[in-house]
C-alpha cells in the first residue's frame, strides 16, 4: 500500500536520510524508532507528503506521489492522507466537531455531510458528548481524540502518527494506543507512528529501527 524506493533527504551538507526502501501493508500498524537524529521526522514527513525527498519514488496506493505537482499533491494529501500530532494543533476558536469537520470541506464535502461524517467520527471515537465543546474544555486525551477524528474523516489511506502519545499521562496515553488498533481492526486503516514509547513500539504489528538515516 506504501512503497519507498532509495528515497535520499539533505539539509545543507548534512545527508539525514541515506537511501530508505520500505514497504507497508494495508491494515498495518507500523512504529518507526530510533534515537533523536536518526530521521524519524523526516522521513515521516517525506511520506506524508509535507516535505519532498531529494531523490528516490514514493507509492502510496497506487499513486506515485513523486510526480504529482503541487496542487495534485495537496488534494492527495487531502484525501488520502491523514496526520496526527505530538501536539493536537486543533483550531481553539472552534468546536470539537467543527475541527473535525475541516478536512472534509476542504475536500469539497457539503456542510450537511461533512457534519454528519463528524459526528459519526467523534461517536466511534466515545467523544459525541463533547461534540460543542472547544478545545480548551477538553481533556488531553480528549484533544488526540479530536485529532484522531479529524485524521480519519476523509477515510485516508494511511495514517501518520509523529509522537501522537508523547504528551499524555499514562492512563491517556493507554487509551489512544488502545484506540489505533481498534480503528485498524474496525477500519483497517493504516498508521505508521514515529514514536519513542517502548510499550507503543512492542504492540505495533511491525516496528521499524532506524539509526544515522538509515533503516537497520
Given at each position: 500500500m506504501i512503497e519507498l524506493k532509495g528515497i535520499t533527504k539533505s539539509f545543507g551538507s548534512l545527508q539525514v536520510l541515506k537511501g530508505i526502501d520500505l514497504t507497508i501493508g494495508k491494515g498495518e500498524v507500523v512504529s518507526i524508532v530510533g534515537p533523536s537524529g536518526a530521521g524519524k521526522t523526516t522521513l515521516l514527513q517525506i511520506m506524508g507528503t509535507l516535505d519532498k525527498a531529494?531523490?528516490?519514488?514514493?507509492?502510496?496506493?497506487?499513486?506515485?506521489?513523486s510526480k504529482l505537482k503541487e496542487k495534485e499533491l495537496s488534494a492527495f494529501r487531502n484525501r488520502h492522507i491523514g496526520f496526527v500530532?505530538?501536539?493536537?494543533?486543533?483550531?481553539?476558536?472552534?468546536?470539537?466537531?467543527?475541527?473535525?469537520?475541516?478536512?472534509?470541506?476542504?475536500?469539497g464535502t457539503s456542510p450537511k455531510e461533512?457534519?454528519?461524517?463528524a459526528q459519526e467520527m467523534l461517536d466511534l471515537l466515545g467523544l459525541a458528548d463533547r461534540a460543542s465543546h472547544k478545545p480548551n474544555e477538553l481533556s488531553g486525551g480528549e484533544k488526540q481524540r479530536v485529532a484522531v477524528a479529524r485524521a480519519l474523516i476523509n477515510r485516508p489511506s494511511v495514517v501518520f502518527a509523529d509522537e501522537p502519545s508523547g504528551s499524555l499521562d499514562t492512563k491517556n496515553k493507554e487509551e489512544l494506543h488502545r484506540l489505533f488498533f481498534d480503528l485498524r481492526d474496525k477500519l483497517q486503516q493504516t498508521f505508521v507512528i514515529v514514536t519513542h514509547d517502548e510499550g507503543l513500539a512492542t504492540l505495533t504489528d511491525r516496528t521499524i529501527h532506524m539509526v544515522d538515516g538509515l533503516i537497520r
Open positions: 531529494d531523490a528516490g519514488t514514493i507509492t502510496i496506493d497506487g499513486t506515485n506521489v500530532f505530538q501536539f493536537h494543533q486543533l483550531l481553539p476558536e472552534f468546536t470539537a466537531l467543527e475541527n473535525v469537520m475541516i478536512p472534509a470541506l476542504i475536500a461533512a457534519n454528519r461524517r
